[in-house]
């Protein structure tokens, strides 16, 4: 039966972004009302988390819908079974070393701030991650506002960034900028607007990060490097940011057109597992699902 009235509880994490959502079970069948509650707490408070929830992976599929165009693993009948086969080709953002070997993506440590598939001709609208393992410190996934990034900026510097657009460039094992081997033809790369409206709030915001953003397409490359450093460091201000402390069963989504996001290091000893569902652009017919 579907609710008339909705039950939804919004809880703002914080001053910079961010709201716990409450009354909503999402390994149950929810309707249309609630699905646009959560819409508009998304495009109000850009990262939603939903505690508690026990999730399959098709209960993360169908939330991950609800903002976009899920980028559901497509299982062959035979793998339709049951327990470990049926999460064949699920990305899980993960640590855990099956006999050495990595079986997840993103593995360890630190991550500096970026937006998911901004090396993408047409980026990941959104992020989906799902807590199965924390630990016990560190781990935070920080959450930065370019909304209020952009806002904040002097005037000056605002026009002297109207119109400029930047190279894009992402290699997977990379997880600080100094890593990325910039001159490799094959490393995925696109080009984006510095400064983009976002298409549901009409809100401009800036569009950069230390770990992707190489440089501003047009300008000597000695003073892109100077602008861009300034702006990764001010879209980073710690007044700008909020860190999330991960509980097990948490699902988070992110908005990676208007917030960046990075991670925190936390003890290699400890396990940490997050499965991770990208929303994609509903027109995008490119294969999602990747970084
Ligand atoms: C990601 C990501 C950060 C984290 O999944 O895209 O950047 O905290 N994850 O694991
Ligand atoms: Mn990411």
Redesign the pocket.
Request: no cysteine.
């Given at each position: 039966m579907q609710l008339a009235t909705s039950q939804l509880k919004i809880e703002p994490m914080g001053p910079v972004l961010g709201a716990r959502v409450h009354g909503l079970d999402l390994s149950k069948p929810y309707g249309e009302e609630q699905k646009r509650e959560l819409r508009e707490a998304f495009a109000r408070y850009l990262v939603l988390c939903v505690p508690g929830q026990d999730l399959e992976y098709d209960d993360q599929v169908r939330f991950a819908a609800v903002f976009g165009k899920a980028d559901e693993k497509k299982l062959s009948p035979d793998e339709k079974g049951q327990g470990k086969a049926r999460e064949r080709g699920v990305?899980y953002?993960t640590n855990i070393r099956e006999n050495g070997k990595q079986v997840g993506?993103?593995p360890d440590g630190e991550?500096q701030f970026?937006s998911?598939g901004s090396h993408r001709d047409i980026p990941y609208r959104a992020?989906t991650?799902w807590a199965i393992h924390v630990p016990s410190r560190g781990?935070?996934?920080?959450f930065a506002n370019l909304y209020t990034a952009y806002d904040t900026l002097p005037e000056a510097t605002k026009r002297r960034i109207e119109g400029k657009q930047c190279k894009f460039i992402y290699q997977v094992d990379a997880t600080f900028r100094e890593q990325t081997r910039e001159d490799d033809p094959s490393l995925s790369n696109a080009v984006h607007p510095l400064v983009k409206v976002h298409p549901d709030t009409g809100r401009k915001s800036l569009y950069l990060s230390r770990l992707m953003t190489r440089y501003i397409i047009g300008m000597d490359r000695a003073e892109s490097e100077v602008l861009l450093n300034e702006l990764f460091d001010h879209a980073e201000k710690p007044e700008f940011v909020y860190a999330?402390p991960?509980k097990p069963k948490d699902i988070v989504i992110w908005d990676n057109r208007c917030t960046n996001?990075?991670?925190?290091d936390f003890p290699a000893s400890e396990v940490?597992q997050?499965r991770?569902i990208?929303v994609s652009e509903p027109g995008d017919m490119s294969k999602g699902g990747g970084?």
């Open positions: 990305m953002v993506s993103l991550m970026h998911d992020t991650l781990g935070e996934t920080k999330h991960w996001h990075a991670r925190n940490r997050l991770r990208t970084y």
